[in-house]
């Protein structure tokens, strides 16, 4: 069974930090391209980052300059590191494969006060 659990949310103050972490089990990891996404209340799921297996990165405009996506393939591990943030980036955030087959995980709350 492939599992995601997302972890690392909370409140913060703009222009606060915060670094969500993603675990995956029961896949071949290192094989598999990455994603951040995030829904917003009343919006639907949006792509936030994506990190392939080479470590090559893309960003929606929005949080470029201010969002790290990375991996740890050895601990199955991807990460979001949010920087200068904005009560535009509150959402619940989640992690999948590019190609979303994975079932999603809980996600975690992101809540940025203005």
């Known amino acids: 069974q492939v599992q995601l659990v997302e972890s690392g949310g909370g409140l913060v103050q703009t222009g606060g930090s915060l670094r969500l972490s993603c675990a995956v089990s029961?896949?071949?990891?290192?094989?598999?391209?990455m994603s951040w996404y995030r829904q917003a209340p009343g919006k639907q799921r949006e792509l936030v980052a994506q990190i392939s297996t080479a470590g090559t990165t893309n960003y929606i405009a929005s949080v470029k300059g201010r969002f790290t996506i990375s991996r740890d393939n050895a601990k199955n591990m991807v990460y979001l590191q949010m920087n200068s943030l904005k009560p535009g980036d509150t959402a619940v955030y989640y992690c999948?494969?590019?190609?979303?087959?994975?079932?999603w995980g809980q996600g975690t709350q992101v809540t940025v006060s203005s």
């Open positions: 999948n494969g590019v190609f979303r087959e994975i079932p």
């Open positions: 029961g896949t071949i990891f290192e094989k598999i391209p």
